[in-house]
């Protein structure tokens, strides 16, 4: 039972990243595609703190608060950039951070990662801990969820919307949108230094190796593949994707041969991309569906 | 002080690959205006079809495995176009970079499937580089800075003396002109998937000659090739030219003074610090093309 | 209302705007009027911020604007439509028409969080206004449709009314009506004619030479980058230059 | 919609359906192996010798009649990858012991888990020093870092090494064994010209090499893997670097020198060894040549191989299945335990001993240093 | 009849520009096409040239349907068209902009007596052969430009405000040139700004306004309608 707990815990744990990109790329229309670098800031912060002493909880904040500060810090430079060139910015950004994580040995401890960090003391070590755990990342994500939905039915969603359908008319209408785009990237980088900081105290392991591009991709499939600039796609695209990476476990593969489910994925991931682009680059839930019926 | 030449000269060398590379995604960036993450994996196709047909069963020598192989990476080049990309042309560039993405990880894994992860080689034995005024020089290396410079002066000649190429340039200058003007739109877009796909896989063989095989060589050059790009601005070959061997300098000499696992860091900085000091530079496509 | 002096813009070699002073504001419909090409809506970039100067400086309700980054100008009272229609198209009618109320506390995430009450209350407003604002562009029926399947016509107005969302003090209005039916053009007037008798000044670049003579009090015309006339638009229709700008010269053609 | 949710529905019967469920008539054993990702060119070898110990197990009929089976789990050669995979070995499979994963940051990920868990991991190729901290359940077959570390610091003294330049490949075992090594070197009077980490997976460390060669150096000390490591031999070799290598255990392997060619001749390493003369490990090598023909051995495969014979010894002697019981049989079965790769007594952190031995390439063969 | 429009409807996307237009352009013939700003005037020569569908109405070249043949195949009937603005590739040098511009003729030999056709009419262009096209004037522009016409020697010649942006001594050279290509026998369709200057030059003229057709007669008749200046200026 311990395993579907893990995957449940490992999905929300995607589905409050998917969420944080999902501010950035479905409501701001930001393409982030270094959006790995948070959740490694967050969970850096957060492993570091908590492994110095200081209460989980406190750590998870803090987390959050450097990654909040380090989005804010890429804005500034980045958001003059726009569509796609903002994209390969943010993607060299978060390969700049991984290789910080890897070289920087006095803080990170390079390559041999942050063994044994702690989980919440009222969640309880050990195999205990699980359900525990489940109920703090279902709390979370959760939160999360109503949280992003707040966002987006607020005037401040519909501000970010402009922006992304039409920078020019945001412009003429007064809005600030380097401000707005910011706040967007800032809210997303907090958001996504939660599921990183979730995602360290959960492993209780971490190495720069679980922060590579491999993971924006994911993550980025996540959100487009359940619909992007909605409230459940995110989600749906989380578990979709944790899932069917578990399922492929289930599979009656012989072993000699298990060293090709890793390529298959990967082209499944790479094809599952391109037909989302070329047949419904909106995702499996529309953002626009509603209105089309009336 | 010859540590510091030598450096360079490998640089140079690096460099000369680099703008191979970058030529490619320049031309396609030049005309379908949109950044081919993908480029990164035909690289990686030209090495490893050389592969396929230089080993058994097929064990073809070297240079005749590089003519299929070639020919092989162009396919797949042009499909790149034909399956995907056309179909996206008239969308948002972010939907063709997330597509291009998509592709770039379908071909890496694909060739990881065939060929696994393991590194491979041509079994090329190491030969002692040739010394010349305290410099270390292999016969691999003189071959790939010789022909990075032969494909990159076929190709001047390609765009300035041929009605192709001039064609092409004049696609990138003003599509809808061209097309008013009865340029063959087809065999233009077609031209210019074979030629980011023909010098991606020569680079790719000449590299893996070099060094060794592996699915993700493509990925990594193609970001630094990518830095190449922007450091001579969009569009710009003679641009590329000198932004490759300016990345491969860089990061080759900076191994001097930082900790070389800040190697690809280097050219990382140096993309992020290009595309913000100069976002307007990347606009000037195919200026200077001559 | 609005002074201009001495605005020049170059494109590369090619002056768009040239030297050009005017004041608008003093009457209620100013035209802007001038043959393709004669720096119309440079100038209107460059009055809403879009583009930089060259030089020059442009006064609004006395307070210098140039230089300033376009939405600062623009919460400052002085907005404008786009040349080609630009609604939101996909968000709904009165979305489009919410987007466009100025200050609004809720767009700022901290209030979002913190002072729900109270975005609850201006929301409320804001869709109050917004209903106002649609039956008096007659979209009422529409105003949960996607934007982008108005038709032309509606887009427009729907356009005009976002603009008058923001509460302007006065609004500029670059070809309102390119591309619409004769019937929707009278409605159209009939709005614009509504707004200035609420005390809101419309500065408008228009090609309907009929329609600018009918119901603008002023016009400027310009060609080539500067400004060759202003006046009244009756007087304007017998000035040998402007004649020349639509026509070409007299002396050579005859 | 409607497409998505029949994927759904498709995913979750998949889910559902786990065949390989532990049955009565067998006893299984998990094993969480790099099948893929950048750790899959040793994981083959490893299976494959995981697979030889087994079926001589099952030839001598089992575990009290019942043959022993391996289920082995891929983890795409990540930490996050070996704990999905541990996770799934314990709670739906419930195997009382599971063979770790290679590479130090993929067991100390999974470590805690059978810790808490209290299921028995076993690792064969782990060395890190930190997995000697894991906790009761944890075991390797493999010596720690530290014995290693040491072992080719006392080499570069033995051969009159005093300076020498330090590179190792930036990953947990380069970075680990290079702590080690630094700090017996250093303390015996040794001296580092130069230090540099080289990075994982790199093609061209063209301008490591220089570094090295500006040193000047009599002798470098290169702790890296097989590719890494061929790739610096070719390049330096290439750039007329004539000096002594010394490296680790990671790098040998006929594979360097397929690799590295000519250029790799003379490299002098030291590796855990054990004596090839035993009949333990005459009879281990003709098994491996006469179920795998023409195949060379693994690296670490006489560890795995270990590990599993030593796993199956515990099995028979255990009261019962409980991890508690195989506990307690393996620590006693380890007991002056001689296997291939000799004397695996645990100690009371799990770890075994290792004498070390030196290995050099010479004719384009890996052979004893004398 | 050479070119035959007939009950042309043309748009983008939503909006409907051109509503059941008519025009007739005879041998050797100047025809100019005048109208206030967005009267649909480019869309009619896009739409006749190919480079725009038309939804409805057919356009007869020399009594054959051409309607939904596109720029290319037109262009080999003899029909071409010289769109407005930037109408030359800045970044190639002026003989590659001609080489472009002879793009369909198939052979080198015809190609390169095309070009000698362009440098004998114009050697101020011929000076500035190898130099990029960018750093010619606006008017080398236009004349670079028009070039294609005297290389291709089509039949009808669409074009597109060739005066746009030009000083007005720059605009008489650049019409007179024009006129010298008509005698040669080669009919323009003329979208013009400024109209005087356009009625000028022509034989006849259409004035349309709001997409439809408004006025036609001769040059002379239309500059002397006081229609046409209330069309301009209102009133």
């Known amino acids: 039972m311990d395993y579907l707990l893990h995957i449940l815990i490992v999905a929300l744990i995607y589905a409050v990243f998917a969420m944080s990109l999902n501010l950035e790329l479905g409501y701001a229309g930001l393409y982030n595609f270094g959006h790995v670098a948070f959740f490694g800031i967050g969970a850096y912060t957060s492993a570091l703190l908590s492994l110095a002493g200081l209460p989980v909880p406190l750590g998870m904040a803090c987390a959050m608060v450097a990654a909040g500060m380090a989005g804010a810090l890429l804005c500034v430079p980045a958001l003059r950039l726009t569509g796609d060139f903002f994209g390969i910015a943010t993607l060299v950004f978060a390969e700049m951070v991984r290789l910080f994580f890897l070289n920087e040995r006095w803080l990170t401890k390079g390559p041999m990662g942050l063994p044994g960090i702690p989980r919440p003391s009222w969640v309880g070590t050990g195999i205990a801990a699980m359900p525990m755990f489940l109920v703090l990342c279902l709390l979370l994500t959760v939160s999360v969820f109503l949280l992003v939905r707040w966002v987006a039915v607020s005037p401040f969603g519909r501000a970010l919307k402009v922006v992304r359908e039409d920078e020019y008319v945001a412009q003429a209408l007064g809005k600030n949108v380097f401000s707005l785009k910011t706040r967007a990237v800032v809210a997303g980088s907090v958001l996504a230094g939660l599921a990183g900081s979730l995602w360290a105290h959960y492993i209780t392991y971490i190495s720069p190796g679980d922060f590579t591009l491999n993971e924006t991709i994911l993550v980025l499939l996540c959100v487009v593949l359940g619909g992007k600039g909605t409230n459940w796609g995110p989600v749906l695209g989380a578990f979709a994707v944790v899932f069917f990476q578990e399922a492929l476990r289930f599979l009656p593969i012989p072993a000699d041969l298990g060293r090709l489910i890793a390529p298959l994925q990967g082209m499944v991931y790479g094809l599952a991309l391109i037909l989302i682009m070329l047949q419904r680059p909106e995702g499996v839930i529309s953002e626009y569906r509603r209105s089309r019926v009336c | 002080m010859a540590y510091y030449a030598q450096l360079v000269l490998n640089g140079v060398i690096a460099g000369s690959i680099y703008a191979l590379f970058a030529v490619g995604l320049t031309l396609v960036y030049g005309v379908f205006r949109f950044i081919n993450f993908a480029h990164g994996e035909l690289i990686a196709w030209g090495a490893y079809l050389v592969l396929l047909f230089a080993l058994p069963p097929i064990s073809l020598p070297l240079y005749l495995a590089l003519i299929p192989a070639i020919a092989g990476t162009v396919l797949i080049g042009v499909a790149q176009d034909r399956f995907v990309y056309r179909h996206l042309l008239q969308g948002h560039r972010i939907t063709l970079l997330i597509a291009s993405i998509g592709v770039s990880y379908f071909l890496r894994n694909t060739l990881r499937l065939i060929w696994g992860s393991d590194l491979m080689t041509y079994g090329i034995r190491p030969v002692r580089g040739i010394q010349f005024a305290g410099l270390s020089i292999t016969p691999t290396q003189l071959l790939m800075a010789g022909t990075a410079v032969l494909f990159l002066v076929i190709l001047f000649v390609l765009l300035t003396r041929t009605l192709l190429g001039k064609s092409l340039r004049a696609v990138a200058d003003n599509m809808e002109l061209a097309a008013v003007m009865g340029v063959p739109m087809q065999r233009v877009r077609v031209t210019v998937w074979v030629l980011a796909a023909l010098f991606a896989g020569v680079g790719g063989f000449l590299l893996a000659l070099d060094t060794n095989l592996e699915p993700a060589m493509g990925m990594t050059n193609m970001i630094k090739s990518f830095a190449a790009v922007l450091l001579g601005g969009a569009g710009n070959v003679w641009g590329a030219l000198l932004g490759g061997l300016f990345i491969g300098m860089a990061e080759n000499i900076g191994v001097a003074f930082f900790s070389p696992g800040y190697k690809d860091f280097i050219s990382f900085a140096l993309i992020f610090l290009l595309l913000i000091l100069r976002p307007q530079g990347i606009f000037g496509v195919l200026t200077g093309m001559r | ?254 | 919609m409607k497409k998505m949710i029949f994927l759904l529905l498709g995913l979750g019967v998949l889910f559902c359906w786990s065949p390989g469920m532990a049955e009565s008539d067998e006893i299984t054993v998990g094993a969480v192996t790099p099948l893929t990702g950048k750790l899959a060119v040793y994981g083959e070898g490893f299976q494959q010798a995981m697979l030889l110990a087994l079926d001589q197990v099952n030839a001598r009929g089992g575990i009290h009649g019942k043959p022993m089976k391996i289920a082995f789990e891929d983890n795409n050669s990540t930490s996050k990858g070996s704990v999905s995979a541990i996770q799934k070995l314990i709670t739906i499979h419930k195997f009382p012991v599971i063979f770790g994963p290679a590479a130090s940051s993929n067991f100390l990920a999974v470590c805690p888990i059978a810790q808490q868990n209290r299921v028995i991991l076993i690792g064969a190729e782990s060395a890190a020093s930190a997995i000697t901290r894991c906790g009761s359940y944890v075991f390797r077959v493999f010596p720690s870092d530290r014995l290693q570390g040491k072992g080719v610091a006392e080499l570069a003294l033995d051969l009159g090494y005093k300076e020498v330049v330090l590179t190792y490949v930036n990953n947990d075992w380069g970075v680990g064994l290079a702590d080690v090594f630094k700090e017996v070197f250093l303390k015996n009077g040794g001296r580092l010209l130069d230090e540099f980490a080289h990075d994982e997976g790199k093609t061209d460390y063209r301008s490591e090499v220089l570094r090295i060669k500006k040193n000047d150096p009599e002798a470098v000390v290169n702790l890296t893997y097989i590719k890494e490591g061929a790739t610096v031999l070719k390049q330096a070799y290439e750039n007329g670097v004539d000096v002594q290598w010394l490296m680790g255990s990671a790098s040998k392997s006929p594979k360097l020198v397929a690799l590295a060619g000519g250029a790799a001749e003379g490299v002098i390493g030291t590796y855990p060894t054990f004596s090839q003369q035993t009949p333990q490990y005459r009879a281990f090598k003709a098994a491996w040549d006469r179920k795998y023909p023409g195949k060379k051995l693994p690296i670490f495969g006489e560890y795995n191989y270990d590990m599993v014979k030593l796993t199956a010894r515990a099995l028979k002697a255990a009261e019962s299945m409980s991890p508690e019981d195989i506990r307690t049989a393996l620590m006693e079965v380890s007991k002056g335990y001689r296997g291939v790769t000799g004397d695996k007594t645990f100690d009371a952190n799990g770890d075994v001993g290792a004498a070390y031995g030196r290995w050099t390439v010479k004719q384009g063969g890996i052979t004893d240093y004398p | 009849m050479l070119l035959e429009v007939d009950q042309l409807t043309a748009g983008y996307g939503p909006v409907t520009v051109l509503h059941q237009i008519c025009l007739e352009l005879w041998d050797h013939e100047m025809v100019c096409i005048i109208g206030p700003n967005g009267a649909g005037k480019s869309t009619v020569l896009r739409a006749v040239s190919g480079q725009l569908m038309p939804r409805a109405g057919r356009v007869m070249l020399e009594g054959r349907d051409v309607t939904r043949q596109g720029l290319r195949e037109k262009a080999a009937k003899g029909l071409i068209f010289i769109p407005q603005g930037e109408n030359i590739f800045p970044n190639l040098t002026v003989l590659e902009n001609l080489e472009m511009a002879g793009t369909m003729l198939q052979d080198k030999g015809i190609l390169h007596q095309a070009v000698e056709r362009v440098w004998a009419a114009f050697p101020m262009i011929q000076e500035k052969e190898h130099d990029p096209a960018r750093s010619l004037s606006g008017g080398q522009r236009q004349i670079l430009a028009l070039s294609r016409i005297l290389m291709l020697l089509p039949r009808v010649a669409l074009l597109d405000e060739p005066s746009l942006g030009l000083a007005p001594l720059v605009v008489d050279f650049i019409f007179e040139e024009i006129a010298k290509m008509n005698q040669t026998g080669i009919s323009f369709l003329l979208v013009e700004q400024n109209a005087r200057k356009g009625l000028f030059v022509s034989h006849r003229g259409y004035v349309l306004e709001l997409g439809r057709n408004r006025l036609t007669g001769t040059g002379q008749d239309l500059l002397n309608n006081p229609e046409v200046q209330r069309l301009y200026l209102g009133g």
């Open chain 3, 1 to 254: 209302m609005l002074r201009v002096e001495q605005v020049t813009k170059r494109f590369g070699g090619l002056t768009a705007v040239d030297h050009i002073t005017l004041n608008v504001g003093d009457t209620g419909i100013t035209g802007l009027i001038g043959p393709n090409g004669s720096g119309k809506t440079t100038l209107f970039h460059m009055i809403t911020g879009f583009y930089t100067l060259d030089r020059g400086r442009i006064y609004f309700q006395d307070r210098c604007i140039s230089g300033r980054p376009p939405h600062t100008i623009s919460r400052q009272g002085m907005v404008r439509t786009f040349q080609h229609t630009r609604v939101l198209p996909f968000m709904t009618a009165m979305d489009n028409l919410l987007s466009a109320a100025p200050d609004q506390a809720g767009e700022r995430l901290c209030s979002v969080f913190f002072r729900p009450g109270r975005i609850r209350r201006e929301e409320e407003a804001h869709r109050e206004r917004a209903k106002e604002i649609l039956e008096f562009v007659h979209l009422t029926p529409l105003s949960h449709q996607l934007a982008g399947r108005l038709s032309f016509g509606q887009q427009k107005l729907l356009e005009i009314g976002r603009v008058l969302m923001a509460r302007p003090r006065m609004i500029l209005l670059d070809e309102p009506t390119a591309g619409i039916n004769p019937t929707l053009i009278r409605h159209l007037v009939n709005i614009l004619r509504g707004l200035t008798a609420r005390g809101i000044r419309i500065f408008l670049i228009e090609h309907n030479m009929p329609l600018v003579a009918e119901i603008c009090e002023k016009v400027f015309v310009m060609d080539s980058g500067r400004l060759i006339f202003s006046g009244l638009p009756a007087e304007a229709r017998q000035d040998a230059r402007v004649i020349e700008a639509y026509l070409g010269r007299e002396d050579r053609a005859a």
